[in-house]
């Protein structure tokens, strides 16, 4: 049967829409490729350029071939009247009758998809990751384009968190692109799945992409734009999951922010608001726990040594560098960089090619100022 | 008979005795050179004719044969034309010399007869002195290079006519100035640390690199000081010894870089090729497998500034000489090996646009690791350091600081390697931290349970390599060192801890490795 149903979606000017309604009319492929001339004509639905591709094309060798070689490379078929196929993505007319895969389809679940800027900023991946970090525990599935930027880093979080994965390609599932890549696309196989509509062996093609965009959006059954420039590919997909009836939800971002255009526009048109993960899973919990203020780590000011707590009251107004850090504190550089260090070990702060930054924040009773009364601890006790 | 007049052949950065034969033979008038020279050597016939004449000698209208032995090494260059103009006026009895054995010739002759410079003088000299050849006879421009050996008679002279005259005993031999003085000028130290303002922190760690010998590699936005401080390193390196700097002089008297400036190289060297460079050019080889990079950078600083654009095989080419310091160039004629003992100093951005940091960055965590895998593991693995380079805000830092001069930071180097060289005095091919093994490591860089401890809690917080650990000890031992501490402490493994900035921040990238 499988042959069949490859040889249906491989005739030229048959696309998902009229090879729907063909199997409608005649239940499966096989009854199409049977049938005669006169039979698919009564049955109305084709034109006359169609008509004549259905019934001269009668050769099943591309598609044996085909077969052949997804066996070969371990990729898997599925059609559309296939239990694994997504039933929201069933009900969307243009999705296509045929997909190629590799790794593993889970049967339904939730599943949610993430999608932005390929030129990605620090903010939008940090509210890629911490977003898919909330929904991994919650065992919602994470679709994505595996592109780079935000649909990379959607990819990565969620296998760092052992979530279950989808990536829709816009090429073969058997090439990888972008390049660099090709590492996380063997983790995807291994705990998910990456899908593709297209032949293995398919290049890019800038058509391509809008088709996975839209076989993404059926699939997935809330999607996240996070960040997206004014012409971003992320927005055709968050047109299609909109015309689809796919519930579209954009990250908010600094509007003198190139990455902000696309997301902003969309929030000002359909898109709902995005502020906190559980939203996503329908509970509207305070915005509070965003605030990255509160997930700093209790630090106890009393196990620092005034050095440290100089610098780390210093960096906790903004992010300085050693350097600036030196100037500031004006005492000898050796230890300045051994406080660093053994703060940053200790999960105080943090030392990025940005700078010094905190990670924790201090506690200390009311009414006393940190650091006066702390007791001298030896500076290397205590750690 | 055949006259029999010596001169010098170079093999690596160093040199061999070469006997020159000469024999007229009655014939048609000819002249043949045979033992293998180059086409330089094969030329000296025309300069030899023209130069024999001018001097008002007459040139034998015989079969004349020259022949350099041994004759089965290759040879090259133009400095044989003195031994040959010599040995020529000898066998055709125009001049008498008592005692030739005891004379070696170096000197490439214009046709007008006068002598020119040439180079690799030094290791002839020596090869001079270790063949019992007490008098050498060379152009007076490279007198002052061949004085850097000790207890032999240099004499220098301008023309052939002023040679002759002196080995027929008609003039005694003054010794005359070489007339290149004012070229001598020596480079005086324009670079200076105290230049490098507000960048205190990372040179706290050059100054590391620079006591342990430990090679290192920066990265940081376009313009943040990379080349600045790199180029200032060799000032605070301790001083050459004499053996250290011969040996260097050696080699770019071999690469024919000494001929203008003649005297003895004192300051260690910096050699910073391009990255186009090709692999011939870094380690070394070409037709005549002449020194390259890695070699002339000898004792000094090798900076390979954008390290990540340089081709990965020939950057892979430098595993070996960095390992072992030495290189060995084998052609179809010739082996030699050169030393390459230097300090890699390597700079890099930090990501594809090279902007990361700041908010011009656009580039994915993915592509970062990809462009600073372009540097092969076997490469960093041998650099010990990795810093960011921060930029410094020039207006508010700059102005209101004061740079610490290459003069104080060398007398802290200088300390810290006294301590290095007492304690592998016993050790052969070891000079300073860097170089320790596995087992020395063990010997001397053991830890109290309170920096093991402290290592662990680092180790797990920041997920580093195994291997990464002897490169902690290592400069945990360094640190000590400047601290002119006989243990490693504490505060040494966490400042020690402060060196791996890259590996850090791989430990925190959203990546799938």
Redesign the interface.
């Known amino acids: 049967m499988e042959i069949y149903w490859l040889w249906l979606s491989q005739i030229n000017g048959i696309g998902p829409v009229t090879s729907k309604k063909l199997l409608k009319h005649f239940e499966n492929p096989y009854n199409i490729y049977m049938a005669n001339k006169d039979d698919i004509e009564s049955a109305a639905i084709l034109n006359k350029k169609q008509l004549n591709e259905i019934t001269t094309e009668k050769s099943l060798k591309t598609a044996e071939k085909i077969i052949a070689y997804c066996k070969r490379k371990d990729i898997k078929i599925i059609n559309y009247n296939d239990d694994l196929y997504k039933e929201k993505a069933k009900k969307c007319t243009k999705a296509p009758i045929l997909l190629f895969y590799k790794g593993t389809i889970l049967p339904e679940s939730l599943s949610i998809g993430i999608v932005g800027a390929?030129?990605?900023?620090d903010y939008g991946?940090s509210v890629t990751?911490d977003t898919v970090n909330y929904l991994t525990e919650n065992n919602v599935t994470i679709v994505s384009g595996m592109a780079?930027?935000i649909d990379?880093?959607a990819h990565?979080?969620c296998?760092?968190n052992n979530g279950y994965i989808i990536a829709f390609l816009e090429h073969g599932v058997d090439t990888c692109y972008?390049?660099?890549?090709s590492?996380?696309m063997n983790?995807i196989i291994e705990n998910g799945a990456v899908i593709s509509e297209f032949l293995p062996g398919t290049g890019i093609a800038k058509s391509n992409f809008v088709k996975r965009n839209y076989l993404l959006s059926t699939w997935c059954d809330k999607l996240l734009v996070v960040e997206a420039a004014e012409k971003s590919g992320a927005l055709t997909t968050a047109r299609f999951a909109n015309e689809n009836g796919t519930e579209v939800y954009a990250a908010p971002n600094n509007i003198y922010s190139k990455e902000s255009i696309g997301t902003n526009n969309l929030i000002k048109s359909y898109a709902k608001i995005y502020l906190c993960p559980s939203q996503l899973l329908g509970k509207e919990e305070s915005l509070k726990n965003n605030n990255k203020d509160n997930t700093y780590n209790d630090i106890d000011h009393s196990k620092m040594t005034p050095l440290q707590y100089k610098i780390f009251t210093l960096i906790r107004e903004k992010i300085m560098?050693?350097?600036?850090?030196?100037?500031a504190i004006r005492e000898d550089?050796?230890?300045?960089?051994?406080a660093?260090?053994?703060m940053?070990?200790e999960?105080i702060i943090?030392?990025?090619?940005?700078?010094v930054r905190p990670l924790g924040k201090i506690v200390s009773e009311k009414g006393q100022t940190p650091g006066e009364k702390c007791s001298m601890p030896d500076?290397?006790i205590g750690? | 008979m055949a006259s029999v007049v010596n001169s010098f052949s170079l093999a690596g950065i160093d040199a061999y005795q070469v006997k020159i034969e000469t024999d007229t033979i009655y014939g048609q008038p000819s002249i043949n050179i045979v033992g293998l020279g180059d086409t330089a050597v094969k030329e000296a016939k025309e300069r030899l004719e023209a130069a024999i004449n001018n001097a008002k000698y007459d040139f034998p209208k015989m079969k004349i044969v020259i022949n350099l032995s041994p004759s089965d090494m290759k040879k090259r260059g133009s400095h044989f034309d003195l031994g040959m103009a010599i040995g020529l006026l000898i066998r055709s009895n125009q001049i008498t010399v008592n005692d030739i054995e005891s004379f070696g010739f170096i000197g490439e002759l214009s046709l007008n007869a006068d002598l020119r410079p040439c180079s690799g003088i030094l290791p002839m000299v020596v090869a001079a002195k270790n063949s019992g050849i007490h008098n050498i006879v060379l152009p007076l421009q490279n007198i002052e290079e061949a004085s850097l050996v000790k207890d032999i008679n240099i004499f220098g002279f301008e023309t052939l006519k002023e040679v002759i005259n002196f080995l027929e005993d008609v003039d005694p031999y003054t010794a005359k100035l070489s007339n290149n003085e004012n070229e001598k000028i020596r480079r005086t130290n324009l670079l200076d640390f105290e230049d490098v303002k507000g960048q205190d922190g990372i040179i706290e760690f050059i100054l590391v690199a620079a006591a342990g010998g430990h090679n290192m590699l920066m990265t940081g936005t376009p313009g943040c000081g990379k080349s600045m401080i790199a180029k200032r390193i060799p000032t605070i390196l301790p001083s050459m010894s004499e053996e250290e700097a011969l040996e260097v002089t050696k080699i770019y008297s071999v690469a024919g870089l000494l001929k203008d400036k003649g005297a003895l190289i004192k300051e260690r060297p910096f050699r910073a090729p391009h990255h186009n460079a090709s692999m011939n050019s870094l380690i070394g080889g070409g037709n005549n497998a002449l020194p390259g990079e890695i070699s002339l950078a000898h004792n000094g600083v090798l900076f390979l500034d954008e390290i990540a654009e340089f081709n990965k095989r020939n950057l892979d080419s430098l595993r070996q000489p960095l390992e072992d310091g030495k290189v060995t160039i084998s052609r179809v004629r010739y082996t030699h090996t050169y030393p390459s003992n230097f300090m890699l100093i390597s700079a890099m951005n930090s990501c594809p646009c090279g902007y990361r940091g700041t908010n011009k960055c656009r580039c994915t965590d993915y592509e970062v690791l990809k462009y600073r895998e372009k540097i092969s593991g076997p490469i960093l693995d041998r650099i010990d350091i990795q810093k960011y380079i921060q930029p410094v805000d020039f207006i508010d830092i700059s102005n209101n600081c004061h740079g610490v001069s290459s003069k104080e930071l060398k007398e802290k180097v200088e300390s810290a390697r006294k301590i290095q060289n007492q304690r592998f005095q016993n050790i052969d091919g070891i000079n300073c931290n860097s170089q320790m093994t596995t087992s020395h490591i063990k010997e001397f860089c053991a830890l109290d349970n309170e920096a093991i401890a402290l290592l662990k809690k680092a180790f797990d917080r920041f997920n580093f390599s195994a291997r990464s650990y002897h490169k902690f000890l290592k400069l945990s031992r360094t640190f000590a060192d400047m601290d002119n501490s006989k243990d490693i402490r504490i505060p040494h493994v966490a400042k020690a801890l402060m060196c791996r900035d890259l590996d850090k921040e791989h430990s925190k990238m959203i990546t799938i490795g």
């Not at chain 1, 390929?118 to 900023?121: A, D, I, K, L, V």
């Not at chain 1, 560098?321 to 100037?327: D, G, Q, V």
């Not at chain 1, 550089?333 to 051994?338: D, L, V």
Request: charged residues 30%; hydrophobic residues 25%.
């Open positions: 390929r030129r990605c900023t991946k990751v780079k930027g990379g880093y990565t979080a296998l760092k972008p390049p660099e890549h590492n996380l983790k560098t050693t350097e600036e850090i030196i100037f550089k050796g230890s300045i960089i051994e660093i260090s053994m940053e070990i999960g943090e030392y990025t090619h940005r700078g500076p290397h750690f």
